[in-house]
């Protein structure tokens, strides 16, 4: 089946630093890929849709200054946490949509872990 | 507004048992839904989607939209179902998806 990698799986970084995070179709071309936060023993939250070539669409209530989206080319996506703070300890992860046929299937990477001391 | 609701954050079940994840949608377009489901230490994954009426595992699901609901059942739960599964609403032809808060399936002998 198609892969989608993330990297790096974790990450632990001080307070005020940047982090950035590559999420990658390994086997397929993606026009659009979508980041997701996981809270612990919570759902996914869609922060926004990634889309090759253009601007990134932020979901209500994301900070597109803090999370920074870049879909430079059609297999790589990164998501770029400005100035993390210890809230944006979180869990991330990002989806690929292959198109196939009429529909499509979203491919998920195995996400990575954020900790911001 | 759309809206992916999984009411039981915990189903424990005994092998061999039936197993029923409730799911239920608020949508103004034509619904269509998602069964994902996320092992211990492993990436989230497709199981089931209503358009394709397939059973996978043994895993069952039937769009009701009279009750819009997208109920997943299985006859006799296995240890290895064990596991988190999120309901999804797809709200865009690009694959844009809403989760439900998930269910932690725990299955024991």
């Known amino acids: 089946g198609a892969v989608v990698s993330q990297h790096p799986s974790r990450v632990i970084c001080k307070s005020g630093t940047s982090v950035k995070i590559e999420c990658r179709s390994l086997?397929?071309?993606?026009?659009?890929m979508f980041w997701y936060r996981q809270f612990p023993k919570q759902s996914l939250m869609l922060m926004a849709t990634?889309?090759?070539?253009?601007?990134?669409?932020?979901e209500q209530g994301v900070e597109k200054d803090k999370f920074l989206i870049n879909h430079a080319s059609l297999t790589l996506s990164t998501l770029t946490v400005t100035s993390a703070h210890p809230e944006d300890s979180s869990f991330y992860i990002c989806?690929?949509?292959?198109?196939?046929?009429?529909?499509?299937?979203?491919?998920f990477g195995e996400g990575s872990r954020l900790t911001v001391l | 507004a759309q809206r992916v609701t999984q009411p039981e954050k915990l189903l424990s079940v005994f092998k061999g048992a039936p197993v029923e994840l409730k799911c239920n949608y608020s949508?103004?377009?034509?619904?269509?839904l998602f069964w994902y489901v996320q092992y211990s230490r492993q990436r989230l994954q497709l199981l089931l989607r209503?358009?394709s009426r397939e059973s996978i595992k043994g895993f069952t699901a039937d769009l009701n939209k009279g009750e819009t609901s997208f109920h997943l059942k299985k006859p006799f739960a296995q240890e290895e179902d064990s596991a988190m599964y999120y309901c999804?609403?797809?709200?865009?032809?690009?694959?844009?998806?809403?989760f439900g808060a998930g269910t932690q399936v725990v299955v024991t002998p």
């Open positions: 209503h358009i």
């Open positions: 949508y103004s377009g034509s619904p269509e």
């Open positions: 990634s889309n090759e070539g253009s601007k990134a669409t932020y």
């Open positions: 989806s690929a949509h292959r198109l196939a046929g009429d529909t499509g299937e979203l491919f």
């Open positions: 999804a609403l797809r709200t865009d032809s690009w694959g844009k998806l809403q």
């Open positions: 086997d397929f071309q993606a026009t659009t």
